[in-house]
């Protein structure tokens, strides 16, 4: 429960977060004990000197006392839906009975059936037969999901 810890861990995460691109005031650093529940879900009477947490955010700044306080706090991530498709690919597969079924995340824009797509640097253009993510049709593929697709006319090879 030492303040003291707490500030050393603070100071060394910091400089760590500095280092790969992030800034530590977007941070909310709370001092928790998995072990005994202290400010996971309420405010712990064990570390009087722990008076929250304090973040800038776009929306401005956020204040917090809990780590699920800090959890409710994080900003969703921009879904670019409106520009133009792009789905680096993770594979491609060939599924018996149904055909070619490339496979990637959704990064930007959108993917459905009956779009014409094109592939590079192959540049090989087909038509999307379906979406799936998980075994479940999709109507339609978003950024951040992971989407299988069955496309017209196109080996394995070709993409």
């Not at 928790?32 to 529940?37: E, L, M, N, Q, R």
């Not at 789905?87 to 599924?95: N, S």
Request: neutral net charge; without cysteine; charged residues 25%.
């Amino acid at each position: 429960w030492s303040e003291d810890r707490f500030n050393e861990i603070i100071k060394e995460t910091s400089t760590f977060i500095k280092k790969v691109g992030y800034n530590p005031k977007a941070v909310a650093f709370v001092p928790i004990s998995g072990w005994h529940g202290d400010n996971m879900l309420e405010e712990s009477t064990n570390m009087p000197w722990y008076k929250g947490w304090t973040k800038e955010t776009k929306a401005g700044v956020v204040k917090g006392k809990t780590l699920l306080d800090a959890i409710d706090a994080i900003e969703p991530p921009v879904r670019p839906s409106d520009k133009p498709l792009r789905l680096p690919l993770q594979d491609v597969y060939k599924i018996g009975g149904i055909g070619t079924v490339p496979v990637g995340r959704v990064e930007t824009g959108i993917i459905k059936a009956g779009m014409v797509v094109t592939f590079a640097p192959t540049n090989v253009t087909t038509e999307v037969k379906s979406v799936e993510m998980h075994h479940e049709q999709l109507e339609q593929g978003v950024p951040g999901d992971n989407v299988g697709f069955n496309v017209k006319n196109v080996s394995v090879k070709d993409i």
